[in-house]
């Protein structure tokens, strides 16, 4: 039975209800302020972002943020140089890797009528899904002899903020694709004791939301699904395919879906009524009601995070910060932490990304 990570003492958890009726309003477009890009490199939410016209006239192109990218630079803006601004490569993970192929499987699965939503047929969403993964070649090469490569460190403590957050613990022996396979299959069928999907329709899924600050912060990111009941209320769901985290990092964990109800509120003047992180590694459920007050604070949380960006950008000083996480970064050979060197600051791919257009300004 699937419970709920709320405690009475803490104001603003609420117990998930069934809530009949939630998700009824996907025949409404275009309440959201954005879309779906057409092409995929423009797909990421850390992609900087053009003004809209003809190529020349789109350039300079704009910075803007994501939850992922805020929570890089809050844990080591050194990473958020390397990940944002260099754009380094880093090598796909196992568990990385099945979180997309279960993220692809609950999205395609309402595609489907609502009675032909069962487990059963969500089984055999797995197959073509990973067909559609496989294509990418840093996705194959986990699998090339056979079994999973199997050369991530060791796997966190208990007190990491987000099982997610980190590439799959080795084992004394790499699991095989069938075996991997069938891992993915049994997230996929925890998903139905969190939820029953023939009674949800998603407003939206996958979906790009953005919105530009008073102060000209562009706000972006994708929100795994939006439902809409018919009397407006908002209800935004992120999959996860590790274990709800303690209580003590329920705030990190929260972090990213604050930041969607803050972007949802700011472009629909709504705030959303639940906020619902499910776990499908243990088949636990997280919720929170956010209030107006706590996103206006949040946008100031936000709004200092990016002038502290702003001030690393125009000085090119992004400062390492050693935590357990650093286990799992690919970065370690350039980081002065580890003895290692960053390569000089790309002053050109940051000009190329907008950035000599935005002056560093002191925010209240």
């Not at 192109?61 to 803006?77: E, G």
């Not at 243990?282 to 604070?297: C, F, H, Q």
């Amino acid at each position: 039975m699937t419970t709920t990570a709320q405690d009475s003492a803490r104001p603003g958890m609420a117990q998930d209800s069934a809530r009949p009726g939630m998700a009824q309003d996907s025949a409404r477009p275009g309440l959201m302020e954005t879309g779906q890009p057409a092409d995929a490199a423009a797909s990421s939410p850390d992609a900087p972002v053009g003004d809209a016209g003809t190529a020349e006239e789109r350039a300079p192109r704009r910075p803007s943020l994501s939850p992922s990218r805020a929570a890089d630079f809050k844990t080591c803006p050194l990473l958020y140089r390397f990940r944002t601004i260099d754009r380094l490569p880093e090598r796909k993970s196992l568990a990385a890797a099945r979180g997309t192929l279960v993220h692809s499987v609950l999205e395609r699965l309402y595609d489907l009528p609502a009675r032909q939503r069962t487990p059963e047929a969500a089984r055999e969403l797995v197959a073509p899904a990973w067909e559609e993964l496989r294509a990418d070649p840093e996705v194959a090469e986990l699998f090339a002899g056979g079994a999973a490569a199997d050369d991530a460190p060791a796997a966190p403590s208990a007190d990491a903020p987000s099982p997610e957050a980190s590439p799959e613990a080795p084992s004394l022996e790499a699991p095989s694709l069938e075996a991997w396979l069938a891992s993915a299959g049994k997230l996929v069928e925890t998903y139905f004791t969190l939820e029953d999907p023939s009674r949800i329709e998603p407003h939206g899924r996958e979906e790009l939301v953005e919105v530009t600050l008073p102060d000209g912060l562009l706000l972006r990111g994708y929100v795994d699904r939006l439902d809409v009941a018919p009397n407006g209320a908002i209800r935004v769901v992120d999959y996860k395919t590790g274990s709800v985290p303690r209580e003590a990092f329920e705030g990190k964990a929260l972090f990213q879906m604050k930041f969607y109800a803050l972007v949802l509120w700011r472009t629909r003047g709504v705030v959303a009524s639940q906020l619902k992180l499910l776990y499908l590694g243990n088949g636990d459920a997280l919720t929170y009601a956010p209030d107006e007050a706590e996103l206006v604070r949040f946008e100031r949380t936000l709004q200092a995070i990016w002038a502290a960006i702003e001030r690393a950008v125009a000085t090119g000083d992004f400062r390492p910060n050693r935590t357990r996480l650093c286990d799992w970064c690919d970065h370690q050979a350039l980081c002065p932490s580890f003895g290692g060197t960053p390569p000089p600051f790309p002053a050109e791919a940051a000009a190329a990304a907008g950035w000599q257009t935005l002056p560093v300004v002191e925010r209240d």
